[in-house]
């Protein structure tokens, strides 16, 4: 992406292409107001530019034909007053393949560009609009499937956590600064006064900055929930029901269902909201010795989703005894955050709830159910809801639910802060600690964009949609 070129003008479709009430073009740049004027007639003898900030009614004419295309509400927002800090001028038109792609070509025709996914957003970034934390949270808005994803996304968005960071940077520098004069002048400090000055210093690292970064680290975990779900994968022996707890979970027919051992081969994923969350249900091949060589692809892929799996749903068929496949399951699932359902509870039950704790040191909630029946599937939801799923965003909901780039910023300043406060309390040696908080405030620079490669731009507006 060169994403120097800003003296381009780029328009393209923002809304989702087809048949619908309103549909928007969107345009930025410094040509922006001269298109609309080639192309926009408004409805009064109101002079031209339209008024900024303001919905303007009236016609989009075909300059070269004279004839009307449609009928708009056409706005200009005029810069850095405007989402891309350029002069912005968005078309409210009807909503079809046909007359999205008119304008857009009239647009196009007059010297505009069409824009790559995320351009507004990163010329947003660019022209200091947004800082990096803030552009990464306007995806993740647009990405929520949760109302929990959308509220942390919100607060980032707001500038939650690029305030904090921008915060601990100033403390930093300021430490920085008083560090320099310690190393610049060590003659005018008094020789007692250092130590208790680096003492200070490591003190002061120790009650707020550190603390505060390593919260956000140590909740990572809790945020990735927050922001992309919870992977449950369902695991059992062939014929258990897994595939109709998947069905009965989100509430359609996504698995095929039958009485055949072996019918899921392959990993098959859905998912469904609870309290606000997104469960990412998966339903997988059933484990089991000696099957055939589809079967144990199907498998492999099974053991792979367990290891990823943020908790785990082994299903046993309560009205069939356990054998050496339920004890292979119970070992390659141990590990994890676990569930144990025995389902088929309107049969007779051959596998009791005693019968499992004989055979195992299950130290796992145990729920009996019949996957064919409506309000147990609400109770496990229920359960899921209260006793697994809110324990495990505990520690997210109070700090910002951070992505992977930002957690590996963040590790590495919380990283060298530790080192800082152990040199000023051992070594003492002030060229060294200065050396550590810079490390640590580059690395918060990261988070906020203020140095920040094009390739780690080009990977972060890679994952937006055209026309944002
Ligand atoms: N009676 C009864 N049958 C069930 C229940 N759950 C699933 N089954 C049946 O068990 C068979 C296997 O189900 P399926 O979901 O394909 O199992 P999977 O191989 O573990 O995916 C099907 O005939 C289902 O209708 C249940 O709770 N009660
Ligand atoms: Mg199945």
Request: hydrophobic content about 40%; some cysteine; overall charge negative.
């Given at each position: 992406?060169?994403?120097?070129?800003?003296?381009?003008?780029?328009?393209?479709?923002?809304?989702?292409?087809?048949?619908?009430?309103?549909?928007?073009?969107?345009?930025?740049?410094?040509?922006?107001?001269?298109?609309?004027?080639?192309?926009?007639?408004?409805?009064?003898?109101?002079?031209?530019?339209?008024?900024?900030?303001?919905?303007?009614?009236?016609?989009?004419?075909?300059?070269?034909?004279?004839?009307?295309?449609?009928?708009?509400?056409?706005?200009?927002?005029?810069?850095?007053?405007?989402?891309?800090?350029?002069?912005?001028?968005?078309?409210?038109?009807?909503?079809?393949?046909?007359?999205?792609?008119?304008?857009?070509?009239?647009?196009?025709?007059?010297?505009?560009?069409?824009?790559?996914?995320?351009?507004?957003?990163?010329?947003?970034?660019?022209?200091?609009?947004?800082?990096?934390?803030?552009?990464?949270?306007?995806?993740?808005?647009?990405?929520?499937?949760?109302?929990?994803?959308?509220?942390?996304?919100?607060?980032?968005?707001?500038?939650?956590?690029?305030?904090a960071?921008?915060r601990w940077?100033e403390d930093l520098?300021d430490m920085?600064?008083r560090?320099?004069?310690?190393?610049?002048?060590?003659?005018?400090?008094?020789?007692?006064?250092?130590?208790s000055e680096l003492e200070e210093l490591a003190s002061r690292l120790e009650g707020c900055v550190l603390p505060g970064v390593r919260t956000?680290?140590?909740?990572?975990?809790?945020?990735?929930?927050?922001?992309?779900?919870?992977?449950?994968?369902?695991?059992?022996?062939?014929?258990?029901?897994?595939?109709?707890?998947?069905?009965?979970?989100?509430?359609?027919?996504?698995?095929?269902?039958?009485?055949?051992?072996?019918?899921?081969?392959?990993?098959?994923?859905?998912?469904?909201?609870?309290?606000?969350?997104?469960?990412?249900?998966?339903?997988?091949?059933?484990?089991?010795?000696?099957?055939?060589?589809?079967?144990?692809?199907?498998?492999?892929?099974?053991?792979?989703?367990?290891?990823?799996?943020?908790?785990?749903?082994?299903?046993?068929?309560?009205?069939?005894?356990?054998?050496?496949?339920?004890?292979?399951?119970?070992?390659?699932?141990?590990?994890?955050?676990?569930?144990?359902?025995?389902?088929?509870?309107?049969?007779?039950?051959?596998?009791?709830?005693?019968?499992?704790?004989?055979?195992?040191?299950?130290?796992?909630?145990?729920?009996?159910?019949?996957?064919?029946?409506?309000?147990?599937?609400?109770?496990?939801?229920?359960?899921?809801?209260?006793?697994?799923?809110?324990?495990?965003?505990?520690?997210?909901?109070?700090?910002?639910?951070?992505?992977?780039?930002?957690?590996?910023?963040?590790?590495?300043?919380a990283?060298?802060l530790r080192?800082a406060v152990d040199?000023a309390r051992?070594?003492?040696?002030?060229?060294?600690?200065?050396?550590?908080i810079?490390?640590a405030?580059?690395?918060?620079?990261?988070?906020?964009?203020?140095?920040?490669?094009?390739?780690?731009?080009?990977?972060?507006?890679?994952?937006?949609?055209?026309?944002?």
């Open positions: 992406m060169d994403i120097a070129c800003r003296s381009e003008t780029i328009c393209a479709i923002a809304t989702p292409i087809g048949i619908g009430g309103i549909g928007i073009i969107k345009i930025s740049g410094p040509d922006a107001l001269t298109i609309l004027k080639e192309i926009f007639t408004p409805s009064s003898s109101s002079s031209f530019p339209p008024p900024s900030h303001k919905l303007t009614y009236g016609w989009i004419v075909d300059p070269a034909s004279e004839t009307p295309v449609d009928e708009v509400l056409a706005s200009y927002m005029a810069g850095p007053r405007s989402y891309t800090g350029e002069d912005v001028v968005e078309i409210n038109c009807h909503s079809g393949y046909a007359v999205l792609n008119r304008i857009l070509t009239l647009v196009l025709a007059r010297g505009a560009r069409l824009a790559r996914p995320g351009e507004f957003t990163l010329r947003a970034f660019l022209n200091g609009r947004l800082d990096l934390s803030q552009a990464e949270a306007v995806v993740d808005v647009i990405h929520a499937r949760s109302e929990k994803a959308l509220e942390a996304a919100g607060r980032q968005l707001r500038k939650g956590l690029g305030e960071v921008s940077r520098l920085e600064a560090l320099e004069a310690l190393m610049d002048f060590p003659d005018e400090m008094d020789s007692e006064a250092e130590p956000i680290v140590d909740h990572y975990d809790e945020a990735r929930v927050l922001r992309e779900g919870v992977s449950m994968v369902l695991v059992g022996k062939p014929n258990v029901g897994k595939s109709s707890l998947l069905n009965a979970l989100v509430g359609q027919d996504r698995a095929i269902v039958t009485p055949i051992a072996g019918t899921t081969r392959d990993v098959i994923e859905d998912g469904f909201l609870v309290g606000g969350l997104w469960v990412r249900v998966l339903d997988t091949a059933g484990i089991r010795e000696k099957p055939d060589v589809i079967e144990s692809l199907g498998i492999e892929r099974t053991l792979r989703s367990v290891d990823e799996a943020d908790l785990i749903l082994w299903i046993v068929d309560q009205s069939w005894p356990l054998d050496g496949d339920d004890d292979r399951i119970e070992e390659k699932t141990r590990a994890k955050r676990r569930i144990v359902v025995l389902n088929k509870s309107d049969c007779p039950a051959v596998t009791t709830p005693q019968a499992l704790s004989a055979r195992y040191a299950l130290s796992d909630p145990v729920i009996p159910l019949c996957a064919h029946d409506p309000r147990d599937i609400q109770r496990l939801k229920a359960f899921l809801e209260e006793a697994v799923l809110r324990e495990m965003i505990l520690g997210a909901e109070s700090t910002f639910a951070v992505n992977v780039r930002q957690k590996e910023c963040l590790e590495r300043a990283e060298a080192a040199v051992t070594q003492g040696l002030p060229e060294l600690i200065s050396e550590e810079r490390i405030r580059l690395a918060m620079e990261e988070v906020l964009g203020v140095h920040v490669d094009d390739a780690v731009l080009e990977r972060i507006f890679s994952r937006f949609c055209i026309g944002k």
